[in-house]
């Protein structure tokens, strides 16, 4: 079995194949932060236009970084959704021809899920993986969710953001700042030379929901807090109390969201946590994931980094895992599974 999973969501091209094991043969990922970046985010219709550009390319890539011709893939698995709704046909689009053209199996992947189950990616001989249930933290630029997973197939939302994303809120802070597109990688290594116990910002929380997260207050502190050291909107990315604010407000995000899954463990009754997508790779969120699962308890999975952000090995490992919900021939119904959620609010 060869696995090609297509990933078009947002503004990264990504193809991958795994094989039956679950070990990635190839990963290759085009972004398009560069074209982005003057924009200050992403503009939704010259994403998709890139993709489409772009798409073939990176398809060929994979096989040929696998080592593999087109006939010996297996299965095909992409991307359905959620996402921009033009990225995502590109990537339907092209992953139905190719199965069709095969007479293999097409695979509609669920993008947040992906992202739960991208822990089960096999890399550097690892044997271990997590236990059902567990519970899995997606944490990014568009989502901040946590997942109870009791199967592969049946993974649901258990807690979600009611404003802002976490990641949005690294990089609309970030750009207030003026340090560019995407921010959280920015702020991150800013915030390692600070101290964050020197600037306290507000706990977020959402009255009546516990479980939930709410970012846009904190958003609203720290911005207030930055502005104030500006001089003509100009800001010293070496004032320490710059350097020690952004410590400080990474250490108020990854905070709440560790203590939220640990909550949401307990609930649950789940011994293993897992966490993924784009601010998993944030050093200080796996630092203090890692100290307070093992302090409460609970064992602590991270997504290797560069399975965090958006890929096409967890579009294809999730295919993989998955594929045996499926019929063994590709058919309109299929079809039908792999567009569902462009359709759905």
């Known amino acids: 079995m060869n696995v090609l999973g297509i990933e078009t969501s947002c503004d990264e091209t990504a193809c991958s194949i795994v094989n039956k094991e679950g070990k990635v043969l190839s990963s290759v990922v085009y972004s398009q932060i560069e074209m982005h970046n003057k924009f200050g985010g992403i503009v939704p219709e010259l994403a998709s236009r890139d993709h489409a550009l772009k798409i073939e390319s990176v398809v060929e890539g994979a096989l040929k970084q696998a080592g593999l011709k087109a006939s010996d893939i297996t299965h095909v698995g992409v991307t359905a959704g959620p996402g921009l709704l033009g990225c995502l046909l590109v990537g339907i689009a092209f992953g139905k021809a190719f199965a069709m053209a095969k007479n293999i199996p097409f695979i509609g992947v669920d993008h947040i899920k992906a992202h739960v189950l991208a822990v089960f990616i096999k890399g550097d001989g690892a044997k271990e993986e997590p236990k059902f249930p567990f519970v899995g933290l997606v944490v990014s630029g568009g989502h901040t969710s946590i997942y109870l ?11 979600v953001t009611v404003d802002d994303a976490a990641g949005e809120v690294f990089d609309k802070v970030a750009r207030f700042i003026g340090l560019g597109y995407p921010g959280g990688k920015i702020v991150s290594d800013i915030a390692k030379k600070g101290d964050p116990l020197k600037v306290k910002f507000p706990k977020p929380v959402v009255k009546g929901r516990e479980h939930d997260f709410s970012f846009s207050g904190l958003k609203t502190s720290a911005i207030n807090y930055f502005r104030k050291l500006s001089i003509d909107g100009v800001f010293d990315l070496e004032k320490p109390e710059l350097v020690n604010g952004l410590a400080g407000f990474q250490e108020a995000v990854c905070g709440v969201l560790v203590e939220k899954l640990i909550v ?37 999975w991270l997504v290797p980094v560069e399975y965090c952000t958006d890929n096409g090995a967890m579009i294809a490992n999730t295919a993989r895992l998955i594929k045996d919900s499926y019929p063994n021939k590709f058919t309109d119904e299929m079809a039908k599974l792999a567009a569902y959620s462009t359709t759905r609010k």
């Open 149 to 159: 997973a009791e199967s592969y197939e049946n993974i649901k939302s258990v807690a």
């Open 264 to 300: 949401a463990a307990r609930k649950y009754k789940v011994k293993d946590i897992v966490i993924g997508g784009g601010v998993a790779s944030n050093y200080r969120l796996r630092e203090l994931l890692t100290e307070q699962a093992l302090m409460n308890g609970f064992k602590p």
